[in-house]
């Protein structure tokens, strides 16, 4: 199991959302190159980056994310996630020196994305980050709610040769409430490994993802505030 500290950049600060409302905004740092810094330092293996403003079609921190790549990217893995919907900008992003690339809201919204997603950049480069509200999906940084179940999108993304999938339980995100488990695992039961996102509010969270046997977890706002260190997430993954 991988734990992932998610850098989640708004306007060039670090925040987090509750719930992905964009109103419900919590700023824990100016300047998310640092924060990165300070996780690597800490033990981090992998950091989870999210472009909000790219995915609610406000604006972009790409330069911003390209200075956290070259700072920290050639030492620990770095996951971007955030309004990747066209194959002109996952070809910039594979430029850089990221690990992974997580594609949302044109999974849904063109048909014809992944497998040409898959066909540039490969499995194992790509992930997609299946987030839902009540079991449908919702899409454009979760602003917009659609009819399509969770599951049924899961399946036709590994069909197409999605191999990781991250799941977020929109009503947990930010809430410091759990995460859900059980839906995470079903939909690893369809083939893709899976990363459980939203709610991990302690490290017995992080045992109870790594003990169902899940591929990973993110998890924000439990360490800017504090409930427990990057280090001793790291450490969790292994035992705690």
Known sequence: MEVYPAIDIRNGHAVRLSQGQAARETVYGADPVAIARGFVAEGARWLHVVDLDRAFGTGENIALIRALLDEVGTEVRVQVSGGIRTLEVLEQMLATPAARFVLG???????GFVPAAVAAAGGDR???????????????????????????????????????????????????????????????????????????????????????????????????????????????????
């Open 105 to 111: 809201t044109a999974v849904v919204t063109d048909p």
């Open 126 to 240: 790509l992930a997609a980050g299946l987030d839902a509200r009540d079991g449908k999906v919702a899409i454009r940084g979760w602003v917009v709610q659609t009819d399509e179940w969770v599951d049924d999108l899961a399946a036709r993304v590994i069909g197409e040769g999605i191999r990781t999938l991250i799941y977020t339980d929109v009503a947990r995100d930010g809430m410091l409430v759990g995460p859900d488990i059980e839906g995470a695992l079903r939909l690893q039961r369809l083939g893709a490994e899976v990363i459980a996102s939203g709610g991990i509010a302690r490290l017995e969270d992080l045992a109870q993802v790594r003990d169902a046997g899940l591929a990973g977890a993110i998890t924000g706002r439990a360490i800017y505030e504090g409930r427990f260190t990057v280090a001793e997430a790291v450490r969790c993954a292994s035992s705690c």
